[in-house]
């Protein structure tokens, strides 16, 4: 089946970090560009950050830029997002997606693309 799994969300105090993984199965991550999204109670799904599978190339969101860091294990075939002093706005539930006509990312946009969504992990940012 093909497929993300995300993991490691959880509660997490203003200032504190986390480290979401997204497991791919049936593709191979070195194929895609891969982004991770988020998507806040009541709130649009956004883009978070990408990283290319072209180049590795990274692209993050201005909100979260300095804060978060995107990477990946090509044999866990599995990506990685780093948050560092996360903040109440950062709660939301985080999700992973291949764009599966890219190799390069076009920044933190969702494109029509964007395909094996998981099922996501709650990130909640609170004291």
């Known amino acids: 089946q093909v497929q993300f799994v995300e993991s490691g969300g959880g509660l997490v105090q203003p200032g504190g970090s986390l480290r979401l993984s997204c497991a791919a199965s049936?593709?191979?991550?070195?194929?895609?560009?891969i982004g991770w999204f988020r998507q806040a109670p009541g709130k649009e799904r956004d883009g978070v950050s990408c990283?290319?599978?072209?180049?590795?190339?990274?692209y993050y969101a201005g909100s979260v830029r300095g804060r978060f860091t995107i990477s990946r294990d090509l044999a866990k075939n599995t990506v990685y997002l780093q948050m560092n002093d996360l903040k109440p706005e950062d709660t939301a539930v985080y999700y992973c997606?291949?764009?599966?006509?890219?190799?390069?990312?076009?920044?933190?946009?969702?494109?029509?693309?964007?395909?094996?969504w998981g099922k996501g992990t709650l990130v909640t940012v609170s004291s």
């Open positions: 049936g593709f191979f991550l070195d194929a895609y560009a």
């Open positions: 990283i290319s599978s072209s180049d590795r190339s990274t």
């Open positions: 997606a291949a764009d599966i006509m890219r190799t390069r990312c076009l920044g933190t946009t969702i494109t029509t693309e964007m395909s094996y």
